[in-house]
């Protein structure tokens, strides 16, 4: 398995097979997605590209440091789940986060992701809410050291 940068259009695929993204263009580009500072990663396992992530400089209000990046779109195929693909991207994601001068990580999470996110030191901040379409998240959050 290698972690690498990948471009945009290649989250598309992963991003409509795993998180049920409707197949029209506007609904799995992201807010951000194509703005500067933002950066994809892919994980590949024999050249194929099986779990993605995306990180946004994007400042949540609810934490009071300046920079701070934004996960959103981490999915991997069904067939390559636990693995420790999504582990793998963000062992990868925080030192390009930090060399850019941020050390905050947050993401809106699945209720059911929680307590991966909690075994890679993302902590929960506020309540449950719901997302159109999607169901149940809460805000979580991680310092980079």
């Known amino acids: 398995m290698i972690v690498k940068r990948i471009h945009l259009k290649d989250t598309y695929g992963i991003r409509k097979k795993v998180l049920g993204i409707e197949n029209v263009e506007s609904s799995y580009l992201f ?3 194509t703005e ?3 950066f994809h990663l ?3 396992i024999e050249n194929n590209l099986v779990s993605v992530a ?3 400089f994007n400042r949540n209000s609810k934490f009071n440091i300046d920079n701070q990046y934004q996960l959103q ?3 991997t ?3 390559f789940r636990k693995q420790g693909l999504s582990r793998e991207l963000l062992n990868v994601a925080f030192p390009i986060i930090k060399q850019n001068f ?3 990580v947050w ?3 699945r209720i059911e992701a929680a307590p991966f996110y909690q075994k890679l030191g993302f902590e929960i901040s506020g309540d449950e809410f719901d997302v159109e379409n999607i169901g149940k998240h809460i805000l979580m959050y991680r310092e980079i050291n």
């Open 42 to 44: 892919g994980a590949f």
């Open 73 to 75: 779109g981490m999915a």
């Open 36 to 38: 500067s500072g933002t």
């Open 77 to 79: 195929l069904e067939d």
């Open 54 to 56: 995306s990180f946004y």
């Open 102 to 104: 941020c050390n905050l």
């Open 107 to 109: 993401c809106n999470a």
């Open 31 to 33: 807010e951000g997605d």
